[in-house]
């Protein structure tokens, strides 16, 4: 089966940065866009980047500039650089992954928590 795992989560002061990595296992080819959603206590889960397989990206507006996304398609991975980080970035961060036939998959989410 498919699985989606996260790394790099964790506790960082206002203005500092931190990469999150999410790493695809399993029969799964032909992925089409992968990306980065969050979730911040009592709030909607929001979609934060976005990058398809030749590298087009979206980002929401309270990111742009300080988040960078990027993939490597060989091994399936994608990563999040979250640079100048404000307490209104903390949430729980989930990557996904769509594949070819439109299933979407979910990585358990990593908390990142930021803090002024």
């Known amino acids: 089966q498919v699985q989606l795992v996260e790394s790099g989560g964790g506790l960082v002061q206002a203005g500092g940065s931190l990469r999150v990595s999410c790493a695809a296992s399993?029969?799964?080819?032909?992925?089409?866009?992968m990306g980065w959603y969050r979730q911040a206590p009592e709030k909607e889960r929001e979609l934060v980047a976005r990058?398809?397989?030749?590298?087009?990206?979206i980002y929401v507006d309270s990111v742009k500039g300080r988040f960078t996304i990027s993939r490597n398609n060989a091994k399936n991975t994608v990563n999040l650089q979250m640079n100048s980080l404000e307490p209104e970035d903390t949430a729980v961060y989930y990557c996904?992954?769509?594949?070819?036939?439109?299933?979407?998959?979910w990585g358990q989410g990593t908390q990142v928590t930021v803090s002024s």
């Open positions: 996904f992954i769509d594949g070819p036939f439109g299933t979407r998959y």
């Open positions: 990058i398809d397989g030749i590298g087009n990206t």
């Open positions: 399993g029969p799964i080819s032909g992925i089409k866009t």
